[in-house]
T-cell receptor, first 111, second 116 residues
Framework: SQQGEEDPQALSIQEGENATMNCSYK?????LQWYRQNSGRGLVHLIL?????REKHSGRLRVTLDTSKKSSSLLITASRAADTASYFC???????????FGQGTTLQVKP | DTAVSQTPKYLVTQMGNDKSIKCEQN?????MYWYKQDSKKFLKIMFS???????INETVPNRFSPKSPDKAHLNLHINSLELGDSAVYFC???????????????FGPGTRLLVL
């Protein structure tokens, strides 16, 4: 089965609220990445966290990584309607030389 | 300027036809990829080239043949198209993909293929 599993599959919140998405993976990793995909568009890289890091921030984004639990979370604070998109985690698949994507969380932010 | 571009954006064709999708990146990256995204948004790697050399070849029917004329271009040719080939195909590039370490990947806008 695929490396990354995301939870929840869909999330609907009001503008201004925080959104949290979780990702679990199976094998050891060197890094984990989060990507955003707007409807009908390609994926855009958001943030990369290395296996020796526990938390990383980028603007309104906060990513945590727990390698003991093989899980990561993406927090978007003060969400905006423009944050409406699908969010994917991707891992390097434990020395396979390729990125393996989760199935994504579809986030809807209502104005 | 578009970093990773793909043509065409939409492709509607009959079963049994042969079609090609082209990809170009102007980021100076060494590695390029083809991904397939199905209707459930599941994104799966198909191929990867590093400096024109095939380095990843997933379990993909041999009707799919990638070609990299130079490190800035990676094309995908599909023979004898089938209904199940309908999907969105994404090209991506990264600075390097050597061994386990994966750099950030930059994606094209996708090619929406519909086989009738």
């Amino acid at each position: 089965s695929q490396q990354g599993e995301e939870d929840p599959q869909a999330l609907s919140i009001q503008e201004g609220e925080n959104a949290t998405m979780n990702c679990s993976y199976k094998t050891s990793i060197n890094n984990l990445q989060w990507y955003r995909q707007n409807s009908g568009r390609g994926l855009v890289h958001l943030i990369l966290i290395r296996s020796n890091e526990r938390e990383k921030h980028s603007g309104r984004l906060r990513v945590t990584l727990d390698t003991s639990k093989k899980s990561s979370s993406l927090l978007i604070t003060a969400s905006r309607a423009a944050d409406t998109a699908s969010y994917f985690c991707a891992t390097d698949g434990g020395n396979t030389g390729k990125l393996i994507f989760g199935q994504g969380t579809t986030l809807q932010v209502k104005p | 300027d578009t970093a990773v571009s793909q043509t065409p954006k939409y492709l509607v064709t009959q079963m049994g036809n042969d079609k090609s999708i082209k990809c170009e990146q102007n980021l100076g990256h060494d590695t390029m990829y083809w991904y397939k995204q199905d209707s459930k948004k599941f994104l799966k790697i198909m191929f990867s080239y590093n400096n024109k050399e095939l380095i990843i070849n997933e379990t993909v029917p041999n009707r799919f043949s990638p070609k990299s004329p130079d490190k800035a271009h990676l094309n995908l040719h599909i023979n004898s198209l089938e209904l199940g080939d309908s999907a969105v195909y994404f090209c991506a590039s990264s600075q390097r993909s050597l061994g386990a370490y994966q750099e950030t990947q930059y994606f094209g806008p996708g090619t929406r293929l519909l086989v009738l």
